[in-house]
């Protein structure tokens, strides 16, 4: 053990003066007197270490700072009399004391921030530093995803989007549609009437059964050139299976002008397929009867086998899946909003989404898009 000052002392009498190497000595090394070891700088750490748990405040912990890290602290102490150390003793001991400095530098960190949390757990307060919770948003049905789509292949040929009542006027779901009462082609429509009698006893509104109603209140309310869609829901009073729901989207399309022909209403509507499908999906015609359109046809698309995945689009024996109905706007459609058959013609178009984004993404059963199931939401 080398008493520092001691030595000063004796020295400073030997020569009669104090020599400032040995001075600046004798100040470093206070508190420490002793020469540095690994043992001793291991001693050292396990005792800071241990007074430092103990410690149960942020004023406790500075002390403890001042004590061992501190300008006069002890760990400073020692590294600053590495110096002094047999060369060969130096490097070792050298990196050990710096070891231990940087070990209490983190533990007091630590300690600082346990102290911190702590009070603010007493004090039952926030921890503001916490990560925050994900936020679980929404997203769109896929039913919309899908109207969204078919409206934007549309619009993008120069067609407007509107809407129209879902509680619609006999007036409009049939008569104007040249269906009149006792018409049978009413049966094709299997509808839910409001409780509502009029005056004249009759029953004149119904959840309205397709979108074509809204053919007659646009045409009453313009001169042509006429070229809207019209998607939103539909009912009807029927037994759900894999693809027929009680209620549905539909959309319905019109156009009319001069000059209008059934090569249009091909063209559009194949060019609705290939911006929906891809330019690689096959569509077909056939002749079909609604009362509202003549010639009438339907078009469907194709179910046939991937051969890439060995399955088809929709999980039933059919090659073909009729996704709407479509025709020639009949003259009597046009006489009745006062437009002149002879000089004007056009076609319509009416087609459910939900059968599209079945066909679309290979969805078995039209009842997923209604059951709320997000597991099947969430996979679109
Ligand atoms: N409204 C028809 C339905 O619900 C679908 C339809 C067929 C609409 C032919 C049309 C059309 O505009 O021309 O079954």
């Known amino acids: 053990m080398t008493n520092f000052r001691a030595l000063t002392r004796r020295r400073a009498a030997a020569y009669n003066f104090v020599p400032t190497i040995v001075l600046q000595n004798a100040i470093v090394s206070q508190p420490s007197v002793e020469s540095p070891s690994a043992a001793s ?4 750490t396990n005792q800071a270490l241990k007074e430092l748990d103990a410690v149960s405040d942020p004023d406790g912990a500075e002390q403890w700072r001042v004590s061992y890290l501190g300008r006069r ?16 003793q130096r490097r070792e001991v050298g990196a050990q ?28 307060a926030l921890d503001v530093t916490l990560p925050g919770r994900p936020v679980i948003t929404g997203r769109l049905h896929p039913t ?27 007036h409009y779901n049939f008569e104007m549609l040249n269906i009149p009462a006792g018409h049978p082609a ?37 001169d042509p ?13 029927e037994a759900t299976d ?36 891809g330019p690689d999906r096959q569509i077909r015609f056939r002749c079909d009867y609604f009362p509202f359109v003549e010639p009438g046809v339907d078009m469907s698309i194709s179910n046939f086998v991937d051969p890439a995945t060995g399955k088809r689009p929709i999980n039933r024996d059919e090659d073909w899946i009729e996704i709407m109905g479509a025709g020639m706007v009949h003259p009597r459609v046009l006489e009745g909003v006062g437009y ?27 009842r997923h898009f209604y059951r709320n199931d997000v597991r099947f939401l969430r996979q679109f």
């Open 225 to 237: 050139p006429v070229r809207v869609i019209v998607p939103g829901k539909c009912y009807r009073y």
């Open 41 to 44: 700088i291991a001693t050292l």
């Open 144 to 170: 919309t995803q899908i109207v969204r789509e078919i409206c934007g292949a549309f619009i993008a040929m120069g067609f407007s989007v509107v809407e129209g009542p879902e509680v619609e006027l006999d």
């Open 340 to 366: 002149d058959p002879q000089r004007y013609t056009g076609f319509a178009f009416g087609m459910g989404p939900e059968r599209i984004g079945m066909l679309k993404y290979g969805i078995d059963d039209i």
């Open 97 to 124: 004391a710096n070891q231990a400095k940087n070990a209490l530098e983190e533990a007091l960190a630590r300690r600082i921030r346990e102290l911190a949390e702590a009070e603010l757990a007493a004090a039952g």
């Open 242 to 277: 894999a693809t027929h729901e009680w209620h549905f989207y539909q959309i319905e399309g019109l156009a009319v002008a001069e000059g209008i022909t059934f090569a249009n209403l091909k063209g559009t509507l194949y060019e609705f397929a290939r911006r929906v499908f």
């Open 186 to 222: 009413r049966d094709m429509w299997n509808s839910l009437w409001v409780d509502y009698v009029n005056e004249e006893g009759q029953q004149p509104m119904l959840l309205r059964t397709h979108t074509s109603p809204m053919q007659a209140r646009v045409m009453e309310a313009q």
């Open 73 to 88: 602290g002890q760990i400073t102490g020692v590294l600053r009399s590495i110096p002094q150390l047999d060369p060969d």
